[in-house]
């Protein structure tokens, strides 16, 4: 059996199709054009496949709402041909099989949750810091969705003293994104993030505005794991900055001992690496699938 | 057929016995001392009362993993005699009943999802601004719990440029409660909150870090409705300000009628008014018996 994966990025569009049992067996990348350009793409890479299910998680915001008639397209987006585009129902309209459907961010904790770093557990909120930052939430078992579904890459945030940057998210200016995002990296030190050497002042700085979104969602959500992902953290100097500065943040408020005495076990990397929203996408998938035939069998 | 609900708070503990309906037909409450002097009363309250479950929602920390030999205790806490006190068990051993065990915030956001202003949705976050601030989150139709429970009090906050004040947290110094319960506000001014004039400073100070948590909220979680209580709320000229300065600050990001056209309905104040908590503790006692009656039958 196999289970078909769409990771929709901003950038770059991912297909790949897996086993149940968590295995990416095959994959393409090309990237997000116009959905004229792109989606015959995807939709071709799945042909004669014989996936039985497919996953989706997509960059948005996007509509989650069960039962509204736009429930599975995207919603106001600046990428030109993808605002209010019928990202789910275009897919329908070939395949004939379950589908999942989820922000990228909340694909990719759930993939976490199935096969990765929270893996058993019932709650975790994984972070992508790249070109922006979002937050997928794991709860009791279940993404998060509510209203719209989490954005907490855009939160207010406390400036660090020694940091003048304006930000640049043009919605809120110096918000999350606006501050701590990789293009803002750049735009503050005039040159690429991965370009800055370890030392440079430039990874406090960051380690500071991850840290203090960190402690905001483990004080608001009180997830079991807080996975951080996406390219910014590919710098590997990051995490035991923001480890340190949220145990300093939190100042002993919270007495639970993964945060007091294994801090290097709750805040981590993804488990699936890189590819955590493919993984996410293909667990989606695998829901999916598992979910109708629950619904065939009563 | 009766169901017990128990508020315990700080400084009070309000005792009631509701109907399945969400109708309290009896109330108590006295002081919150050392449990010694406390928990006799509570228990006695209920002898020949033959309520057949019993809700509590309580101050905390509290301990609410399921399984673990301290579920049912009050964690830390400065109050004289409360520090892991085995709340749920001293009554365990005088009733053998179901209990429902929760935060006093989980406990009014989900009584508010039962009978109160989110009626029939799947999600909505409670905040209380009294004494202490406080948030409980229902989130597709469960309480969140996760490490601990949610602690969204002490979230750092931006400062309010014309507020010099220091703050009042020993843990965060100058983090959400530390800035805008009810004792900074009499800290801050000189006088009681309830004491200065409508048209006084104090509020639009006080709008400006609330909002700041419910705009933190929405992005976060994305609840289908927020609402806020506790003493500080009976201010009525907050909630206007609040909700101005939410939509201010989320600033057209998020596309959805609820923010954009309906705010004054979208955040709003207890529609079980100032006993959210004990109905709250109703709902969960209910929800108790519900879940025996369910094991019971399987």
């Known amino acids: 059996m196999r289970i078909g994966a769409i990771e929709a990025g901003g950038t770059k569009m991912v297909c790949g199709i897996g086993t149940p049992e968590g295995k990416i067996v095959?994959?393409?990348?090309?990237?997000?054009?116009?959905?004229?350009i792109t989606m015959p793409k995807v939709i071709a890479y799945f042909k004669d496949t014989k996936v039985e299910a497919i996953g989706i998680g997509t960059f948005g915001p996007i509509n989650l709402k069960a039962g509204d008639r736009r429930y599975g397209s995207i919603t106001?987006?600046?990428?030109?041909?993808?605002?209010?585009?019928?990202?789910?129902?275009?897919?329908?309209?070939?395949?004939?099989?379950?589908?999942?459907?989820?922000?990228?961010?909340?694909?990719?904790?759930?993939?976490?949750?199935?096969?990765?770093?929270?893996?058993g557990l019932q709650s975790c909120m994984y972070y992508t810091i790249g070109t922006g930052i979002g937050v997928g939430i794991y709860s009791g078992?279940?993404?998060v969705h509510g209203l719209v579904h989490p954005e907490g890459g855009h939160i207010p945030v406390r400036r660090h003293l020694a940091d003048p940057y304006p930000g640049r998210c043009p919605y809120h200016q110096d918000c999350l994104e606006g501050m701590?995002?990789?293009?803002?990296?750049?735009?503050?030190?005039?040159?690429?993030?991965?370009?800055?050497?370890?030392?440079?002042?430039?990874w406090a700085i960051e380690a500071y505005y991850i840290a203090q979104a960190v402690t905001i969602a483990i004080l608001m959500n009180s997830p079991e794991k807080v996975i951080?992902?996406?390219g910014v953290m590919q710098q590997r100097q990051l995490l035991p900055?923001?480890?340190?500065?949220?145990?300093?943040?939190?100042?002993?408020?919270?007495?639970?001992?993964?945060?007091?005495?294994?801090?290097?076990?709750?805040?981590?990397?993804?488990?699936?690496?890189?590819?955590?929203?493919?993984?996410?996408?293909l667990a989606l998938g695998l829901k999916a699938w598992e979910e109708s035939r629950r619904n065939a069998s009563i």
Do not use: C
């Not at 095959?26 to 004229?36: G, K, M, N």
């Not at 993808?82 to 989820?102: E, K, M, N, T, V």
């Not at 701590?180 to 430039?202: C, F, I, S, Y």
């Not at 408020?253 to 945060?259: M, P, R, S, T, V």
């Open 26 to 36: 095959d994959r393409i990348s090309f990237p997000t054009e116009h959905p004229d």
């Open 241 to 281: 900055l923001i480890q340190d500065e949220v145990k300093r943040s939190l100042n002993g408020y919270l007495q639970a001992e993964e945060i007091t005495k294994r801090m290097e076990a709750y805040i981590v990397t993804p488990g699936l690496g890189q590819e955590a929203g493919l993984y996410g996408a």
């Open 180 to 202: 701590a995002a990789g293009p803002a990296v750049e735009d503050r030190w005039g040159q690429k993030a991965g370009d800055l050497p370890m030392d440079h002042p430039a």
């Open 228 to 230: 951080l992902g996406g």
């Open 141 to 143: 078992g279940e993404l």
């Open 76 to 119: 106001t987006t600046p990428k030109p041909g993808w605002a209010h585009y019928p990202f789910l129902d275009q897919l329908r309209s070939q395949y004939d099989i379950p589908f999942g459907w989820d922000t990228d961010v909340n694909a990719a904790a759930y993939g976490e949750s199935v096969w990765g770093a929270a893996k």
